[in-house]
């Protein structure tokens, strides 16, 4: 039963967008300064994150946040530098901008980046007679990585955990330069992670864990980190995202029966309507009909 449950987890655990989706719906009503950038607005909603673009390849944004003053901002993480960073940022920007006046909207589209400590403070302005790309940056270097991870074990000893704390211990893996720093510090966030008293709390800082080290991590932290995680609310989550979208792969024939299958699970579970349309891809009519169905058998 147990190499079972460690499959599941495997299934999921190479799907970002499980922990990513997870992370930033418990970001909604954090401010962005908690990322060390300087903005104070607030997020508000999570946004669809592919740019599917005409005779391009799919892009995928790290962030797309809603901000309370209605504007957003694409959030990407990055452990290297490169001027042609500058090129795919502003192919974001596009693809955003798209995707909204196809709706006749026009919001203010802000890019940000959060560096690794690998990269020391650069120009973050990518000038052209036509245009500019304005990127607003968030540094790692320099940070104080001992310090940051004294005063969270202080906070978690004391039962004293804020959002700025909990985001600390999030990022604290990034702080730190090289290979192997970074996979002992992703080891040791973990750690202190499970002992966070409020579940909630262990579960957002471990899901920001896994979403912001997923450029860095080896494959030897990571399977550490998939039999850690077993026991924690976030692999419980692992392991049923990967058991829906697992069984939702199954041979053509199959699938039709399968969907309407778990559609009744989830309806069982008192699972939202939109999770359930998500996860097993029937249709709101199918949804509707399947509802009927059962509470005529209740």
Same mark, same amino acid.
């Given at each position: 039963?147990?190499?079972?449950?460690?499959?599941?987890?495997?299934?999921?655990?190479?799907?970002?967008?499980?922990?990513?989706?997870?992370?930033?719906?418990?970001?909604?009503?954090?401010?962005?300064?908690?990322?060390?950038?300087?903005?104070?607005?607030?997020?508000?909603?999570?946004?669809?994150?592919?740019?599917?673009?005409?005779?391009?390849?799919?892009?995928?944004?790290?962030?797309?946040?809603?901000?309370?003053?209605?504007?957003?901002?694409?959030?990407?993480?990055?452990?290297?530098?490169?001027?042609?960073?500058?090129?795919?940022?502003?192919?974001?920007?596009?693809?955003?901008?798209?995707?909204?006046?196809?709706?006749?909207?026009?919001?203010?589209?802000?890019?940000?980046?959060?560096?690794?400590?690998?990269?020391?403070?650069?120009?973050?302005?990518?000038?052209?007679?036509?245009?500019?790309?304005?990127?607003?940056?968030?540094?790692?270097?320099?940070?104080?990585?001992?310090?940051?991870?004294?005063?969270?074990?202080?906070?978690?000893?004391?039962?004293?955990?804020?959002?700025?704390?909990?985001?600390?211990?999030?990022? $604290?893996?990034? /702080?730190? *330069?090289?290979?192997? +720093? @970074?996979?002992?510090?992703?080891?040791?966030? &973990?750690?202190?992670?499970? =002992?966070?008293?409020?579940?909630?709390?262990?579960?957002?800082?471990?899901?920001?864990? $896994?979403?912001? /080290?997923? *450029?860095?991590?080896? +494959? @030897?932290?990571?399977?550490?980190?998939?039999? &850690?995680?077993?026991?924690? =609310?976030?692999?419980?989550?692992?392991?049923?995202?990967?058991?829906?979208?697992?069984?939702?792969?199954?041979?053509?024939?199959?699938?039709? +029966?399968?969907?309407?299958?778990?559609?009744?699970?989830?309806?069982?579970?008192?699972?939202?309507?939109?999770?359930?349309?998500?996860?097993?891809?029937?249709?709101?009519?199918?949804?509707?009909?399947?509802?009927?169905?059962?509470?005529?058998?209740?």
């Amino acid at each position: 039963m147990e190499k079972q449950e460690n499959k599941d987890i495997s299934i999921a655990y190479q799907n970002k967008d499980i922990v990513s989706k997870y992370f930033g719906d418990k970001l909604k009503g954090k401010k962005l300064s908690l990322f060390g950038l300087t903005s104070e607005l607030k997020v508000v909603d999570i946004l669809p994150t592919n740019l599917p673009l005409v005779k391009a390849n799919e892009l995928r944004i790290d962030n797309l946040f809603e901000l309370e003053d209605g504007s957003l901002v694409i959030l990407d993480y990055e452990s290297t530098y490169k001027k042609s960073d500058f090129i795919k940022y502003g192919s974001y920007i596009l693809g955003v901008s798209e995707r909204y006046l196809k709706e006749n909207k026009e919001p203010d589209i802000h890019m940000m980046v959060l560096y690794t400590a690998d990269i020391e403070k650069q120009d973050m302005v990518f000038h052209k007679s036509s245009c500019d790309i304005r990127v607003e940056a968030s540094f790692l270097v320099g940070t104080d990585s001992e310090k940051w991870k004294n005063e969270v074990r202080e906070c978690i000893k004391n039962q004293e955990f804020t959002d700025e704390m909990a985001m600390r211990l999030v990022l $604290l893996p990034l /702080t730190y *330069k090289g290979e192997e +720093e @970074k996979q002992t510090a992703i080891r040791e966030s &973990v750690e202190l992670a499970r =002992q966070i008293p409020d579940k909630d709390i262990e579960s957002f800082v471990l899901s920001g864990i $896994l979403a912001f /080290t997923d *450029k860095v991590i080896n +494959e @030897k932290t990571r399977n550490h980190i998939k039999e &850690v995680l077993s026991m924690t =609310q976030v692999g419980k989550m692992l392991k049923d995202e990967g058991r829906i979208e697992g069984r939702i792969e199954g041979r053509t024939e199959e699938r039709i +029966e399968l969907r309407n299958e778990l559609a009744k699970e989830m309806l069982a579970d008192g699972k939202p309507d939109e999770e359930i349309l998500k996860y097993s891809k029937i249709s709101k009519e199918r949804l509707a009909a399947l509802k009927k169905e059962l509470f005529q058998k209740a």
